[in-house]
């Protein structure tokens, strides 16, 4: 039961953690039951199903785009994000900075860091992310929230601990290094398998979504 899965996710998560409830793959009437719980934090990972189901629920939605965003598909996504988490390329931020320009809209968005193993995972490496912050005025139209990673595919709980660790340091230190940036105050680490485990690590938000939903329909 999804009332019963986001319950006892709840009443685990430590107060200030932020719940995102990741809907992908699922269909519109599972969202509105975690919606008549009470839940207003989603995430979605395509452009189109997030643009149909950011449509189609309640206004007061605050929607979190998680997935792979390539830079032609901005118009379905920008209008209704409330934080693009999944910033992995210079060149999608630099997209997102212009539209953000062309609507007069500034954009929040997370960086996503490469901290697993897999190669195939995107994001910035941490000296790209430090590169990159230094340079956070080339981009008056983008609002830095802070940073989301994604564990290696493991079992092993020691090698999840050490991602976590690693992205909670450069978190850390961009912190220290740029207090200008007031706004990024986001760790975005943690899913169904790991989140217990980025909570020890100091996470700000979990991404989870088989955890409430079940295994992904569609
Ligand atoms: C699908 C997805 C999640 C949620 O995964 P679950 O294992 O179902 O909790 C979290 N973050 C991202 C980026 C995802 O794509």
Redesign the pocket.
Known sequence: MISDNLENILSELPSGVKLVA?S?FHPLGELLEAYAMGQRCF?E?RPQEFAFKAVQMPQDVEWHF??HLQTNKLKLVLPYAYIV??IDSIRLLEAVNAWGERKNKVINVLLEVHIGVEDTKQGFAPEEVLDLLEGENTYPYVTFCGL?G?ASHTDDEQRIGEDFARIKTLFDTCRERFPRLRDFTQLSIG???DWRIAILHGSTEV?????IFGP?QY
Do not use: D, L
Request: hydrophobic share 35%.
């Open positions: 990741v992908k995430g990972n998680i997935g988490e999944s989301m994604m899913m169904s398998e991404r989870i979504g088989t955890a992904r």
